[in-house]
């Protein structure tokens, strides 16, 4: 734990996790929106310094993984010559591996962990419905766009939950139609709609759905599901 303090200090201390080190890693993460760990990896390796880095971002090595490294390496400069009386177990090989750790694993994890709470926060807005929230099929991800789904019968209801910044707010409307085709296939082939969740982390740090009124629609089209499998 000492040694996690010490790696934590100093890697915010020289702000060696700042955009201009690291990239713009919520931004980045979200619009990547990983299916698993590996993908956001891939991701964060291969675009990133294309599309995620501020004006005047130089990258140090002739790839991102070296380029880890060398803030890794940087970070093990700063520690072993500033702070070497507290930090006698810190090796090098610890810094290249917590700048990993932090650039890449904590931010899947905070990023799965935000949506898990709005999966959270849609249960119990839909808990008068007795209503089951289960998780896609990988394939239902890949074919439909679908992140979970309520069982109606014989029928579904599709939700795929997507989380946003505020600077992506105006954009919603990109969102539903690159997605379109896939969720209309859904509606085709499942008899139920698509409902997409916007999630977003508010000034008090906590997570949210953006579009409220996206529950309503939800309640709603389980409601006609219902009562179409009740007329037939």
């Given amino acids: 734990m000492a040694k996690e303090w010490v790696l934590n200090k100093a890697f915010n201390r020289w702000q060696l996790n700042r955009p201009k080190f690291v990239g713009m890693l919520m931004e980045a993460i979200r619009e990547c929106d990983?299916?698993?760990?590996k993908e956001w990896e891939?991701?964060?390796?291969?675009?990133?310094?294309?599309?995620?880095?501020?004006?005047?971002?130089?990258?140090?090595?002739?790839n991102m993984e070296a380029h880890l490294e060398e803030i890794g390496r940087r970070l093990y400069a700063k520690i072993s010559e500033q702070l070497k009386h507290e930090v006698e177990e810190v090796t090098v090989e610890d810094c290249i591996e917590y700048v990993r750790e932090v650039v890449l694993l904590r931010i899947y994890q905070g990023y799965m962990s935000e949506r898990k709470t709005v999966y959270g926060q849609i249960e119990e807005e839909l808990k008068e419905l007795d209503i089951q929230?289960?998780?896609?099929p990988d394939e239902w991800d890949q074919l439909y766009n679908v992140d979970f789904y309520v069982p109606v019968g014989e029928k579904a209801v599709g939700i795929q939950i997507k989380p946003i910044s505020y600077s992506q707010a105006p954009e919603l409307h990109q969102w539903k139609e690159w997605m379109k085709e896939s969720h209309e296939k859904f509606e085709k082939e499942r008899g139920g709609k698509v409902f997409i969740v916007f999630s977003i982390i508010t000034d008090k740090d906590t997570k949210s759905i953006y579009n409220q009124e996206v529950v309503d629609e939800i309640r709603q089209e389980i409601e006609r599901l219902r009562t179409s499998s009740v007329d037939s």
């Fill in 34 to 37: 990983p299916r698993d760990y």
């Fill in 42 to 62: 891939e991701y964060y390796y291969t675009q990133v310094p294309k599309k995620h880095v501020p004006k005047g971002w130089q990258m140090f090595g002739e």
């Fill in 133 to 136: 929230l289960c998780s896609a």
